[in-house]
């Protein structure tokens, strides 16, 4: 039998991650984002990353469409940003400061890293469609994450 859908979410909040605001640009040249922690590392030749998008998400049909998306892995000054891109609806990015990257996807701004990627590959992930996306380009800053563990934000610990 397969297991109960708010024990799995209580079992996966367990692993600990960071926290993004992937971001893209619609044909019309609307931007969209939302809060995600379904990021993972997946090939460094091709450098690849995937993310994870419930197809119920207000964002998804600009996902599905602009062939490009932001990766913005979040600071732990972030928090209310990262709520504020946990809901639908409205504009997001009023109030927040960011500029337009060489892909024309929105970089927030005091972010720990942004990166860049074009459509690689999209796949069935049930009720999530899976993006894999080519890294074009990314940067760092040296600034504390935020992190999300048991359905709660965190900092480091040291
Ligand atoms: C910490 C955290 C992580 C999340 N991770 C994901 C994710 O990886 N994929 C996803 O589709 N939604 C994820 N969500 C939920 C979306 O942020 C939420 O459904 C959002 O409203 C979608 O925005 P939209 O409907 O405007 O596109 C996450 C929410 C939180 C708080």
Redesign the pocket.
């Known amino acids: 039998m397969p297991i109960e859908k708010n024990e799995l979410r209580r079992v996966m909040g367990h692993f600990a991650?960071g926290?993004t605001i992937i971001t893209t640009v619609n044909k019309e040249g609307q931007i969209?984002g939302?809060?995600?922690?379904?990021?993972t590392s997946v090939s460094l030749e091709p450098p690849l990353l995937l993310?994870?998008?419930?197809k119920?998400?207000?964002?998804?049909p600009a996902f599905e469409e602009s062939r490009i998306f932001t990766v913005n892995i979040l600071a732990d000054s972030q928090e209310a940003l990262?709520?504020k891109?946990?809901?639908?609806?409205g504009n997001?990015f009023e109030g927040v400061a960011y500029r337009i990257g060489a892909n024309r996807a929105p970089i927030i701004e005091g972010a720990l890293a942004y990166i860049e990627c074009t459509l690689w590959a999209v796949y069935d992930g049930g009720d999530?469609t899976v993006f894999l996306g080519e890294i074009q380009q990314a940067e760092v800053r040296e600034e504390r994450p935020l992190l999300?563990f048991r359905g709660g934000y965190r900092a480091l610990g040291d």
């Open positions: 991650t926290v969209h939302f809060t995600a922690n379904a990021f993310i994870s998008v419930d119920k998400a207000e964002s998804w990262s709520r891109f946990a809901v639908s609806g997001k999530h999300f």
